[in-house]
Each structure stands twice: as structure tokens, then as C-alpha cells.
């Protein structure tokens, strides 16, 4: 979010518009997030992964105690000790109500796979085969690693290619084995992470319609004529951070322009002077 909102560039403008409706635009690439070695058959090629998507970022908001703007905190505590620090966090399993099992670190660390940094191609299969269900949503686009690596890359990528085949393997990353899915985009090689199969799940059985008459097909068809045409993918946005940023500014304009309200301090009343009593003359005895 820019940190000021004065004379801020808005999206919109005209210059920004020759650049966003540009068909060829697309974001340079980040910084390679992957690097190992592909075997395929006999075939061994030193590679680097490149995220093709950024994943959303979180969201910029927190929570603040209203009509007095201090953060809310949340501190971690335990029931029985009240708050602890992280050095006191340990993990634990939970075996059965009120029974945890504590795990160490060095247990923990004993489940992780070895990361050999290489994608294990096990099967090769048809592109009908594979259903984009099995998308989990993490792609990487995959480069030689090096020139010398560039002409087995390509023998690599002509032969998915040439047979319209995906490959389907396994792949260490953050610590955990993944399913992978290989295929050929753009004659460059891509990395799909697929969901495991204990994670898919089945269309609930509704009972089927009956057929749908010829002539309303066709006039259905016929109504979606106008989405016919070529995509803009810059057309295809999430807007909320500009309205969260024009909302902000909007409010810091408004806040800047307040006039501040103007506390009269009243003077204490001056008391009247105390007044000394006169002592009565006693009456003798």
C-alpha cells in the first residue's frame, strides 16, 4: 500500500492502460525458487524453478481496540500457567481427550523425506487422462540450469511434445513429498504440484435431468456469441487492494482536513475570602 496518497498514479490512467490491455505484458519473473535435476528414462537434466503464480499476499488489516486505536494483542497461554514464551511451545499429537503426546523437534525432524532435489518421473500419461481437478495450484516454470543443459532440456521437451504426454512423479518441497504432474507449455517444461489421491473427493449423485430440446441449445449458444472473443487476461483482476488503498486515502484526506476541536479550559471560580470569625466576649461568671 503506497505510503502516500497525494498525487497518487492511479491505475486507470490512460498511459497505464497502453500497458496493462497489452496482450504480451505479463510480469517479469521472480527469483528461481527451486533448483535440482530432472530424470526422465536416461535422460538427466539440471533445471531451476521459477514460480508462474504469486500466491495472495495476507491481508494488510489488523485488529485494534475501537475508540482507542491500540492493537489488539494475543498472547499465547496456558490455562494452568497463564503466558508463556515460544521457548515454552512445544507439539504435541493428540492421542485422546486430555491426552497429548509431546513430539520433539529431532522426532519431528526424523519424518521429513531426503531431499535429493530431483523430480522422479514414475508414469507417463495421456493429457486426457490427467483432470485438472488434481490441481493443488502451485506451478513452476522450468529452465535449463545452465547452457550446457540446454540441449538435453530440449530432447526433453520435443519428446512430451511430439506424444502429448504428462509426466506423473514425485518431488521433495517444503520438507514434504508432493505429487507432480510434467507437461510442455509454450515449448518450455511445467511443474504442476497435484493434490495426493487421499485428498480427492466425489460430485455428490443428484438425479440426472432430462435432455434439453434441440432449438433451446441452440439459442443458448447463440445468446453467448458475444463472449466469443479474444481474452484479455488484464480484464481479469482482483480490485479489492485498489478500493482498500483509495478507502485509506480517502479517510487519511479527510483526517488531514478535520479541523481539531477546540477545548476551552474554564478557570477555576475564585473563592470569596474566608472571613475570620470574631470571638464572642464571655459573659463573667
Not at 491481508?59 to 475508540?67: D, E, T
Not at 504440484?193 to 449458444?221: G, I, M, N, Y
Not at 453467448?224 to 478507502?247: G, H, N, V, Y
Request: proline residues 8%; hydrophobic residues 40%; aromatic residues 4%.
Amino acid at each position: 500500500m503506497p505510503t502516500s496518497c497525494a498525487k497518487r498514479p492511479r491505475t486507470s490512467s490512460a498511459s497505464s492502460e497502453v500497458v496493462i490491455k497489452n496482450p504480451s505484458f505479463v510480469p517479469p519473473a521472480s527469483r528461481s525458487s527451486w533448483s535440482g535435476t530432472l530424470k526422465l528414462g536416461a535422460i538427466t537434466v539440471p533445471l531451476k524453478g521459477y514460480s508462474a503464480a504469486v500466491t495472495q499476499r495476507d491481508s494488510p488489516l489488523h485488529l485494534v481496540h475501537a475508540g482507542c486505536g491500540s492493537r489488539i494483542q494475543q498472547p499465547r497461554r496456558c490455562p494452568k500457567h497463564g503466558e508463556v514464551s515460544s521457548e515454552q511451545i512445544v507439539k504435541a499429537f493428540q492421542f485422546a481427550p486430555d491426552d497429548d503426546i509431546v513430539l520433539t523437534e529431532d522426532e519431528l525432524n526424523q519424518l521429513k523425506p531426503n531431499d535429493d532435489q530431483i523430480i522422479h518421473v514414475e508414469r507417463m500419461l495421456s493429457a486426457r487422462q490427467l483432470d485438472l481437478f488434481l490441481l493443488s495450484g502451485r506451478t513452476l516454470n522450468l529452465i535449463p540450469a545452465h547452457a550446457a543443459a540446454a540441449d538435453a532440456y530440449q530432447l526433453v521437451v520435443t519428446a512430451l511434445a511430439r506424444a502429448d504426454e504428462w509426466g506423473l512423479g514425485r518431488l521433495v518441497m517444503s520438507d514434504r513429498q508432493q505429487l507432480i504432474g510434467l507437461r510442455v507449455v509454450d515449448q518450455r517444461l511445467a511443474l504442476h504440484v497435484l493434490h495426493w489421491p487421499a485428498q480427492w473427493r466425489a460430485c455428490p449423485a443428484f438425479e440426472a435431468p432430462k435432455s434439453p430440446a434441440l432449438t433451446d441449445v441452440e439459442r443458448l449458444s447463440a445468446s453467448l456469441a458475444p463472449l466469443r472473443k479474444p481474452i484479455e487476461w488484464s480484464d481479469f483482476q482482483d480490485d479489492f487492494d485498489q478500493k482498500l488503498t483509495d478507502l485509506v486515502c480517502r479517510k487519511v484526506t479527510a483526517r488531514q482536513h478535520k479541523k481539531p476541536a477546540v477545548v476551552v479550559k474554564e478557570s477555576p471560580a475564585k473563592s470569596a475570602p474566608r472571613r475570620t470569625p470574631t470571638p464572642r466576649s464571655g459573659r463573667a461568671a
